[in-house]
Each structure stands twice: as C-alpha cells, then as structure tokens.
C-alpha cells in the first residue's frame, strides 16, 4: 500500500521562542493596549534546535521531573533522537503540560493529577500481554521497553473539551510494539487498561465516578499499527511525569485526548471490537473511534474550533479545529468509506 | 442590643458576599500584571466558573435563611434575604456576562447556537431569565404593589434552584459528588418547607 508520507519539519523551522514572544506581545499590545498579560512561567516555549534531545535545556522552562524513575528508563529517554514528527508550532509550556491534566483516576480537577500523583509508584511496573497473539503473559516495563529506540514527536493534542496543546513527546512507534507479540489473524482490535489501584488513585474511590474502573480504550489493529500510533514514555526530554500517564500511555495525535490512555498495564488483541469507558459510561456523547473531527458536535463542547493552551483572560488564542486534528494525511485512509457523523 | 445586632448583620453579609467578587479580581490583576496566580491554564473557564458556583452558593444560603431564621428564632436574619438572593442574581449575571465576554467573545451568532444545541446552557440561561423579574421586584415599592402575587412570583425561586442544579448536574463530566453535594443540601432546605407546609395545613383543620 502507498502511503503519501508527509514532509517531516526540522526543529530549526519551529519559530524560537524570543520571535514567538515578541509577536504575541505585539498582537496584545496592539490590540488591547496590555502588552504583559502572560501568565508566570506559562510564556509559549520553543525548542532550540541546536541542544539534543537529552539535554534539558533544549526545552524552556522544562524541569527535572519525578525522582522515582528508575535510572535505567531515565538512561533510555535520555537516549532519544528527534524524528520527522514534529509539528511545526510553538511547545505548550512545561507548566501547563504537567500541571494542565484530565486524569480522573488522580482528581478531576485540571490541577488534581499533579498534586495527587506525585508520588505515584511505577517502578516495579508490568504489563499483560493477553489475547489472539502468539506471544502472550506478564513483562517487566523495561522488557517492553528494552528492543525499543525511543525517538520525539512533537504532536498536537486535541481534548474532546475543545482545548488544545502542543507536546514533545518521547516514545516509540506502537506499530514496533504490537509486532512483537505476533498478534494472529484473528486480532482484529487491540484494547488496553489503566492500572487499577484505588490506594494509590483517589478517584477510584470515589462512589459518585461516572467512569467504571479500570479505564479501558480500544483501537482497531489497523488504526494501532498505524505510523501515528506513539507508545509514550516520556514528554520534554523527561521520563514521562506520573500525572501524565507514567510509565507508559498511547499517543494518538488524531484522536480526542481520552483515547489516549494512561499508565497502561494490559494489551489484549480481540476479534471483537471492545467497549472503552467513556463509549461506555455515555455512548450518545462519546463514540468508539473519536477522531478529531471539527463537523461532528459533542453535546456539550461544539467541535468547531479549539482553544489553545495557554490561553489568557482577555484572548481565548481560539483556531479552528481541523479534521483529524490536521493528521489527515497520514490517517484519513483508514476511515474511507465510513460515515464518520456515525461512527463518531 | 437586637437593634444594634441588627445594623451590623447588613453592611457584615454585604461585605462578606463581596468578598468572593473581590479575591476573584485580585486574581485576574495577578494574572493580567503576570503574577503567580491560581487562575491556571485556562483562566477565561476557570473565571466562569468560579462565578457558576457562587451563583448557586447564594442561592442556597437565600434559601437557607428562612428555615435558618425559624429554627434559631434569630429574627433579623430576614433582613438580609434580599441581599443574599441579589448576589445570587448578581454572580448569576456576572457568570453569564463572563461566559458571553471570556469564551464566546461576543459572538452573538453563536450564543443562539451554543443554547440551542447545548441543554446545559439552556437550562442554565433559563435559570437566569427567570431571576431577572425577581431581581427587578425585590424592592419594597413592588412587594407593596404585588401584594399577593409577589409571593406567587417569587416562589420561582425554587425551580431557579432546581434549574441552577440541572445545569451542574448536566455539564458534569466525570464525579458526580459536588452537585450531588448541593442537591442535599437544597433537598434539606425544601423538606423544611415541605413539613412546615404540612403541620400548619393540619394546623388549620384542626382550627
């Protein structure tokens, strides 16, 4: 099959961050007469080009994150390289990305994973492998991770709440994952679960969640196998942060953010496609597929247009949202035929 | 005493209720000025909200005052029924004009669209339609002109609660603990209600 591949984006090409500012305060100031309005530490960041990917200071304002990474997965991420992934627009500040989650599981506050997953324990961490695959049974994370060279993908990431952010991820293609457990041809969809933890994870504690836990998602094979399909396990040259879904998650740039699941300890290939939580705890609001599609309205949320984090009081920094979230390229192949007002 | 107790009760409420108006300025200085402030990625929701919740708060306590009054015997309460149902309206508006200002942009185009194919938002907006006439005939020139039928009208203000609580209810996305926090609570104060109703309804076939 010919895939048109898309022209991958050299980090020199991304706007730094003196310019990007610059702009901004001017488009501020012009418009408002208020030329300082950032928030502290939440000024657009941008990635210098010139500093590897290891290297912290390639990414402003970026931090050391948990020190409950064990060295050997602090080694490996310090080990990735840039790929052609990388979308052409400014970062969305380390801030914000690692204070700015849904990850109810942790809180339902935007601010409550951070606080309440500081401490949350990934190592010793093991995955089930399970399902219509020739290889199946329990790996260690860093048997997962051991044939895997992690590469970063700057990705846009689009919430179903009709925000938006851009990050600089560091993972490996899930494509590269799933082959190695020689799934058969009887796996026609692939699922995946959150750990489940109530001590660790007050929200499944609560009585009142409308989500049943664990979190379940699901993606069929050919949407996993997809080149797009990013198995993260760390953002801003860091280890992935807990309340980002250490220690590892999916990252499917196309799709609404819930579809990228966090902190993942199953894998099981299917022949029937699976229910995921949110399909299931409100199947008229949210469907199977949920791809970035700015025609079809959530009920709560038009899909029109997004706003783009960080946003300030006075400009929503509002774009227009774009069909699978300007991926279209490199997905919309794997929806032709299909109503996608349906098959939301 | 009770006279003085009295003259201080108004301008204390009055001050109090501004208070959240006031730290939420504050904030929005910080964040405009680039201060540390709390207001986070997404201040124009988080101002919105804040507003929402004190809406609902004040409509509460209003209707906390009457059952509050009679179960303490504390009389002067009364006074500040008004007060308290007027910051209700006023955090209501101020939610909406934010709402209007901060997330739509004054896209007035799109406000008819987002009630129409929103139900929260037209619960919510339905809500606020119905406290306007109560605000408009809070004063005592009105009361006196009503007579019976201010009583009638302002009895509104319980499905305005009840829509009030809808709208939470329905733009909850995942914990549903906190609306079901101000249900109980609203359950409770017209339960009051409720058995005062029935004992003076046996009260008068006794008579």
Redesign the interface.
């Given at each position: 099959m010919l895939i048109k591949k898309p022209d991958g984006f050299k980090p020199s090409e991304i706007t730094p961050e003196a310019v990007y500012l610059q702009r901004r305060a001017f488009i501020r100031g012009a418009g408002l007469g208020?030329g300082?309005?950032?928030?502290?530490g939440?000024g657009m960041a941008a990635i210098d080009a010139n500093v590897p990917v290891r290297d912290i200071t390639r990414y402003t304002g970026a931090r050391q994150a948990s020190t409950l990474v064990p060295d050997w997965l602090h080694k490996k991420v310090s080990q990735a390289q840039p790929s052609r992934h990388l979308a052409q627009e400014a970062v969305t500040p380390w801030d914000?990305v690692t204070?700015?989650n849904n990850y109810?599981e942790f809180g339902?506050d935007?601010?409550d994973p951070a606080e309440n997953a500081s401490d949350f324990r990934t190592d010793p961490w093991q995955v089930e492998i399970a399902g219509q695959a020739e290889i199946t049974g329990s790996f260690n994370l860093e048997d997962i991770l051991k044939p895997h060279d992690l590469e970063e993908r700057i990705y846009r990431l689009r919430c179903v709440?009709a925000?938006s952010m851009v990050v600089p991820w560091i993972g490996f293609p899930l494509a590269d994952l799933i082959k190695r457990f020689k799934p058969t041809s009887k796996a026609k969809y692939v699922r995946f679960e959150t750990l489940f933890d109530p001590k660790q994870m007050p929200?499944q504690r609560?009585?009142?969640?409308?989500?049943d836990y664990p979190y379940r998602e699901g993606l069929r094979i050919d949407e996993a196998m997809n080149e797009l399909a990013f198995v993260g396990v760390g953002l801003y040259g860091n280890a992935m942060p807990p309340q980002n879904g250490a220690p590892l998650r999916l990252v499917l740039p196309w799709k609404y953010g819930f579809k990228s699941i966090k902190s993942i300890v199953k894998i099981e290939f299917l022949e029937r496609r699976p229910v995921s939580s949110w399909e299931c705890s409100n199947p008229k609001e949210y469907g199977f597929y949920a791809n970035v599609n700015p025609q079809v309205?959530h009920?709560?949320w038009?899909q029109a247009s997004e706003?783009r984090?960080?946003?300030?009081?006075?400009a929503?920094n509002?774009r227009p949202t774009l069909m699978f979230n300007g991926y279209g390229d490199e997905v919309a192949h794997l929806y032709a035929g299909m109503n996608l007002r349906n098959d939301y | 005493m009770t006279t003085r107790s009295a003259s201080i009760l108004k301008p204390l409420v009055f001050c109090a209720s501004l208070m959240p108006v006031v730290y939420l300025l504050w904030q929005?200085y910080l964040?405009?000025?680039?201060?540390?402030?709390v207001?986070?990625?997404?201040?124009?929701k988080t101002?919105v909200q804040f507003n929402g919740e004190w809406a609902l708060r004040f409509m509460l306590l209003t209707l906390a005052v009457t059952p509050l009054r009679l179960l303490l015997g504390w009389v002067e309460l009364a006074r500040v029924r008004r007060m308290l149902g007027l910051f209700a309206f006023g955090y209501a508006l101020t939610h909406f004009g934010t709402y209007l200002a901060?997330?739509l942009?004054f896209e007035f185009s799109?406000l008819g669209?987002?009630i129409l194919?929103?139900?929260?938002i037209l619960v919510g907006f339905a809500a606020l339609c119905c406290l306007v006439p109560l605000a408009l005939t809070s004063n005592h020139l009105m009361m006196r002109l009503m007579k019976r039928r201010w009583r009638l009208l302002h009895q509104l203000v319980y499905p305005i609660a009840m829509l009030q609580i809808i709208h939470l209810f329905w733009?909850?996305?995942?914990?549903?603990?906190e609306p079901?926090a101000y249900s109980v609570v609203f359950a409770l104060l017209m339960a009051y209600r409720f058995i005062r109703w029935r004992q003076r309804q046996s009260g008068m076939a006794q008579a």
């Amino acid at each position: 099959m010919l895939i048109k591949k898309p022209d991958g984006f050299k980090p020199s090409e991304i706007t730094p961050e003196a310019v990007y500012l610059q702009r901004r305060a001017f488009i501020r100031g012009a418009g408002l007469g208020l030329g300082a309005m950032l928030l502290p530490g939440m000024g657009m960041a941008a990635i210098d080009a010139n500093v590897p990917v290891r290297d912290i200071t390639r990414y402003t304002g970026a931090r050391q994150a948990s020190t409950l990474v064990p060295d050997w997965l602090h080694k490996k991420v310090s080990q990735a390289q840039p790929s052609r992934h990388l979308a052409q627009e400014a970062v969305t500040p380390w801030d914000i990305v690692t204070t700015y989650n849904n990850y109810y599981e942790f809180g339902t506050d935007k601010g409550d994973p951070a606080e309440n997953a500081s401490d949350f324990r990934t190592d010793p961490w093991q995955v089930e492998i399970a399902g219509q695959a020739e290889i199946t049974g329990s790996f260690n994370l860093e048997d997962i991770l051991k044939p895997h060279d992690l590469e970063e993908r700057i990705y846009r990431l689009r919430c179903v709440e009709a925000w938006s952010m851009v990050v600089p991820w560091i993972g490996f293609p899930l494509a590269d994952l799933i082959k190695r457990f020689k799934p058969t041809s009887k796996a026609k969809y692939v699922r995946f679960e959150t750990l489940f933890d109530p001590k660790q994870m007050p929200g499944q504690r609560s009585r009142f969640a409308a989500l049943d836990y664990p979190y379940r998602e699901g993606l069929r094979i050919d949407e996993a196998m997809n080149e797009l399909a990013f198995v993260g396990v760390g953002l801003y040259g860091n280890a992935m942060p807990p309340q980002n879904g250490a220690p590892l998650r999916l990252v499917l740039p196309w799709k609404y953010g819930f579809k990228s699941i966090k902190s993942i300890v199953k894998i099981e290939f299917l022949e029937r496609r699976p229910v995921s939580s949110w399909e299931c705890s409100n199947p008229k609001e949210y469907g199977f597929y949920a791809n970035v599609n700015p025609q079809v309205s959530h009920p709560r949320w038009s899909q029109a247009s997004e706003r783009r984090l960080p946003t300030s009081l006075f400009a929503p920094n509002r774009r227009p949202t774009l069909m699978f979230n300007g991926y279209g390229d490199e997905v919309a192949h794997l929806y032709a035929g299909m109503n996608l007002r349906n098959d939301y | 005493m009770t006279t003085r107790s009295a003259s201080i009760l108004k301008p204390l409420v009055f001050c109090a209720s501004l208070m959240p108006v006031v730290y939420l300025l504050w904030q929005v200085y910080l964040t405009v000025s680039g201060q540390t402030n709390v207001l986070g990625a997404d201040p124009a929701k988080t101002v919105v909200q804040f507003n929402g919740e004190w809406a609902l708060r004040f409509m509460l306590l209003t209707l906390a005052v009457t059952p509050l009054r009679l179960l303490l015997g504390w009389v002067e309460l009364a006074r500040v029924r008004r007060m308290l149902g007027l910051f209700a309206f006023g955090y209501a508006l101020t939610h909406f004009g934010t709402y209007l200002a901060l997330i739509l942009e004054f896209e007035f185009s799109e406000l008819g669209a987002e009630i129409l194919k929103r139900p929260f938002i037209l619960v919510g907006f339905a809500a606020l339609c119905c406290l306007v006439p109560l605000a408009l005939t809070s004063n005592h020139l009105m009361m006196r002109l009503m007579k019976r039928r201010w009583r009638l009208l302002h009895q509104l203000v319980y499905p305005i609660a009840m829509l009030q609580i809808i709208h939470l209810f329905w733009l909850t996305r995942s914990d549903y603990a906190e609306p079901i926090a101000y249900s109980v609570v609203f359950a409770l104060l017209m339960a009051y209600r409720f058995i005062r109703w029935r004992q003076r309804q046996s009260g008068m076939a006794q008579a």
